[in-house]
């Protein structure tokens, strides 16, 4: 994805796509010291900028990294690199990483670099409308004292892309992934939700991200007086739920009409939810707080 016209923000500078390049010897490629968000701009805004900054800063601290710019300065820079795509529907990548001043496990002595880059991204499932088929992942989300879960950061891709990659190479569009105790978790850049008995039950997030969408859909739920349960969910559970859907920044609302042996017909709850999700992206900050979304 390096050979395109563009401007990326580079430490504080926009500078052309193709020369927006690393070290071999970086850190963050060595070690897995990187942090990124993916935020979604509608209407030349990005739905909720300021928690993904935030949550890119908080992401960094669990990875003992401090970012050198405040979250004000992330916002704006997000906003003019936004501004320098001519995009007014895009896909936002901040990426924060450990450089190549030095090498060793010890990375205090490396700067924390940050960029943005802005591109086209249009839906993450192409044709989900009928529901996607998800395959149930060899590779589980690990303990939270195995890994800093709660960070969004570049190692823990790991585990998702080789679960993505064998449940492609079966013919599925993505994998759920269970944690470590075989409960459910998400998908593999993507929370998960489940109709069960007309209410909204999704998993606990303990040991993996607490999505900014996933925070999203379930307050949508709520004024929309459904029920929304949170808690430990096993697989076998999924026998019971007649609808499911999976929320993310890039997946927005994706129904699933199957994982592994389970069915599910994507129905009124995930069809109202995908809608009132649609509509509150494209409203002002402002009118997305007055409806406590
Ligand atoms: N889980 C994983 C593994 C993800 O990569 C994402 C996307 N960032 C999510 C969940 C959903 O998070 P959000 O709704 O904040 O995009």
Known sequence: YDDRDGLIWVDGVLRPWREAKLHVLTHG??????????????????FKLTEHS???LDSARIMDMTIPWTLEEID??????????????AYVRPIAWRGSEMMGVAGQKNTIHL????????????DRMK????????????????APTAAKAT???MIATLNKHAAEAKGYADALMLDWRGQVAEA?????????????????????????????????????????????IMPEEMARATECFLT????????????????????????????????????TPEEVARIAA
């Open 188 to 232: 593999t850049g993507a929370n998960i939700f489940f109709v069960i008995d007309g209410e909204l039950h999704t998993p606990l997030p303990d040991c993996f991200l607490d999505g900014i969408t996933r925070r999203t859909v379930m307050r949508l739920a709520r004024n929309r007086q459904m029920k929304v349960v949170e808690r430990a």
């Open 155 to 157: 190692g823990l891709y």
């Open 76 to 89: 704006e820079a997000t906003r003019a690199t936004l501004a320098a795509s001519g995009l007014q529907d």
């Open 54 to 56: 935030q949550r890119l």
């Open 248 to 283: 993310g920044t890039a997946a927005e609302v994706t129904p699933v009409a199957e994982i592994g042996p389970y069915r599910f017909t994507p129905g009124d709850i995930t069809r109202t939810l995908l809608e009132d999700y649609e509509r509150t992206v494209r409203m």
């Open 115 to 126: 960029a943005i880059a802005v591109w086209e991204w249009g839906a993450y499932f192409p």
């Open 131 to 146: 529901g996607i088929r998800l395959d149930i992942g060899e590779w589980r989300r690990p303990h939270p004292k195995t």
């Open 29 to 46: 490629l060595h070690y897995g010291s990187a942090v990124f968000e993916g935020e979604r701009a509608y209407n030349g805004h990005v």
